[in-house]
């Protein structure tokens, strides 16, 4: 396990960590224990182990390092500890990819990173990696493993607009302070925002989001999200999947996109934005539900083939789905023009239906409005470009 420790007022970049110029450059310190090179006029590297071994032209071939210091004139710059690196397998890749190879076996493990206030570039690879980027704008990318990953530290502070990806794994990132861009990557991952307006990126598999505060964009992307506004105005995406949507705090706008999303608006003026089928789904457990539908406040916006201008809203009852179809259907044939919205009262719910096809009085799209009164319906409830 590698221990990454950041000097304040320096940067570490794994990029720049470039071993392979040990075997190339002029050692300033050559011992059993310990060699010193130059990375360039001002940054030297020092990697202390034991058994280090040199050829004839006094270059390292085989040996353990345990820790490597960065020093930028006389001053430390960061330290690695716990690197258990063997020299002579990168010794003998071809010296194009020493570089790399030396990185690799560095970062394979379950590593532990600590930024500083400037700007970090974390690439911690494979592994249960646990980086904490420091108060800069940091860059963290976690690759394989299921990692943790902090835009600050779990416990927040003074804080950049990070930019973090866990990459493959079930991975927790929480970005902390700062306009964040946070992606999970392939994985069931948990994101967190912070205090700042963030982007939020669920990616592929099962995720949790929560945008927290802040003017949000959380997406969700593939699989069955969780997917959390928090405080501010949001923007909530589920994707693909049966995805939960809450907007909490703050006038939300929530895009379901499936037709097996539940939408909360919580607090505030929300806007619901349905999505667009060509078929109407014959089992009502499949719809797009809307928990809290107020009117006067929230608005659904109608992204269907036709447009999203309803003309008219049609009111009727019924006794079940089925029939509330075929009686949504019967008032659209009734009604002159087209575009219209019909909310048929079942029980205590509402199903509003309205029609994907042009000039097409068949209802192809319904969302479901629990606990809500048909006849409260009217254009008012619809956005109408």
Known sequence: MTTITVTEGFVFAHSKLDLSLAFTAELSERLPTALRFALNDTTQLRLTGAGIAYDSGNHPIDGQIDSIQSYVGSTLAYTLTDTDLDLGPVFAAAPSARASTARIAIFAGDDHATGASQTDVFNVQGGHDVVMGGAGADFIFGGDGNDHLYGQSPNGGPDGDDDITGDYGSDYIQGNAGEDQLDGGPGADRIQGGADDDYIFGNEDNDTLNGNKGDDWVDGWMGDDVVRGGQGNDTLTGGGGRDI?????????????????????????????????????????????????????????????????????????????????????????????????????????????????????????????????????????????
């Open 245 to 385: 949507l809450m907007g909490d705090l703050g006038n939300d706008l929530l895009e379901g996109q499936a037709t097996t999303d539940t939408l909360t608006g919580g607090e505030g003026n929300d806007r619901f934005v349905t999505g667009d089928t060509r078929t109407l789904p014959a089992d009502p457990s499949i719809l797009t539900v809307i928990t809290d539908f107020t009117h006067g406040e929230d608005r659904i916006e109608i992204r269907a083939g036709i447009g999203t201008r309803p003309e008219a809203v049609l009111s009727g009852a019924a006794t079940s789905y089925q029939t509330a179809a075929q009686k949504a259907q019967a008032l659209m044939v009734a009604t002159t023009g087209y575009n219209e919205v019909a909310a048929i009262q079942v029980g205590s719910d509402t199903y509003l239906f309205y029609t994907a096809l042009p000039s097409s009085d068949v209802p192809t799209m319904s969302l479901l409005a629990p606990n809500a009164d048909a006849s409260d319906f009217t254009l008012d409830d619809f956005v109408r470009f």
